[in-house]
């Protein structure tokens, strides 16, 4: 299942991540949530593109993301872990939803129905979504929905928003972080780097190094260096591969040498999932069947994402609208000595279900 969700998020990163040399930061898991809500509100060859594309059916999905909510809080931290998922279906009040598909909904988690003056104030409800979304995401996401997103032919929307925020298990001493070189394709800079040697999750194989930082509540870090550059590796890194280097990891002393950064990413969906096969969804033949009897089509699908990384943990959030309109003691071994100098991917993860919260391209940390 998690392989699934690894070649959805690794195919729809290459078609939504701009060059190789531009830092880029999206969720897998708001996008496939947002989806798996739209596959759950259509029918017949609107649904199976949706599947395709996902790689999965929304029950399968549901079980994956699902897990991906039950963070373990068990474990004494500095801080506990925060996370916070919204999935809401924000609907016109005069439209008709079936009472089978607000079923569906409930099991989603974070689950609500809500209504928003589509047809009579498009505005003021882009403002009540983007309000909601602020919530949920700590107001690092302050406006999803961008001013003439909405308008009188929208009449409704399912919208995911995802907040996290966890403290890595043992922090980065702040007092070892120093400017060091990193290699961008801008030019060479001086960033702030962290600096820590200590047993963690080591991999190096099919021309990748993968170094994983264990975080509060089941979460982790996970660091792709390529051996060579990234603007050659990343387009081969296929779901396969990713998830051998991620079985392959083994608790080793690393010397890692890792920039602070801060990722960000916004996309406008419907040209990426087009060429993943979702075609149908945005045109008057779309089946929403399950959802009402009205004649909808998707308008648009917007997504926005922040990733931030410091030597306290890690801080996310994320947000997708899916708009719809009608129509023993021993002798150490030297550590093995991972510089982050140059380009380099980023993943949050959950093991413990496969799902990626984040997945982030960093070419340029400053």
Known sequence: MSEHHLDFSLSLHRRVAPPVDRSFCWSPYSVASALGLAAAAT????????????????????????????????????????????????????LPVDDAYLRTLRDWPGSAVRHAPFRTDPERSRQLINADVAETTRDLIPELLPTGSVDAETVAALVNALYLKVAWRDAFDRKATTARTFHAPTGDREVPTMHVTRRLGYAAAEGWQLVSLPAVGGVEGVVLLPDDGLEAAEPELDAARLGRLLAAAEQQRVELFLPRFDATGDAELSSPLGALGVRQLFTRAADFSPLTDQPLRVSTIVHQSVLKVDEAGLEGAAATAVMMRLTAIVREPDPIRVEIDRPFLFLVRHPGSGALYFLARVTDPS
């Not at 593109?49 to 809080?73: F, I, N, S």
């Open 43 to 94: 029918g017949g060859e609107t649904r199976q593109e949706l599947v395709t594309a996902l790689r999965d059916e929304p029950a399968g999905l549901l079980k994956l993301l699902g897990g991906a909510t039950e963070l373990d809080t068990r474990s004494p931290a500095p801080e506990p872990p925060v996370l916070a998922v919204a999935n809401t279906l924000w609907a016109h009040e005069d």
